[in-house]
């Protein structure tokens, strides 16, 4: 019998709300994702972090987009590994000072 994916909510941040401080971007995951794709529409650069502000993690530039997906075309994972882990905590912080827009978090997880 086929797995069918989770797609969570998006989740959103406002640029506005940005600080030089690692904050939230929705819940904890509830399973292992095996992909996500992160959407950066605001005009300031910002850097993520999977580990509750342990760790940081890439920096996504003003307007650009950071995807981990790793499905092949049939909707498998290529090796069964998942890219973040159940519990994972996603958060984020600025890079350059505040503007406007939003950034936007999708997760597909098992």
Known sequence: MARLPIYDPARTFNSASLTGSYQDVGAVLGSAAYGFVIYNASNVAVQISFDD??????????????????????????????????????????????????????????
């Open 53 to 110: 502000g342990t760790t940081d993690g890439p920096i996504i530039p003003a307007g650009a987009t950071f995807d981990d997906n790793r499905n092949t075309w049939d909707g498998r994972t290529e090796d069964g590994r998942y890219c973040l882990p159940k519990s994972a905590q996603i958060q984020i912080k600025q890079v350059t000072a505040p503007g406007t827009g939003s950034i936007y978090v999708n997760v597909k997880r098992s």
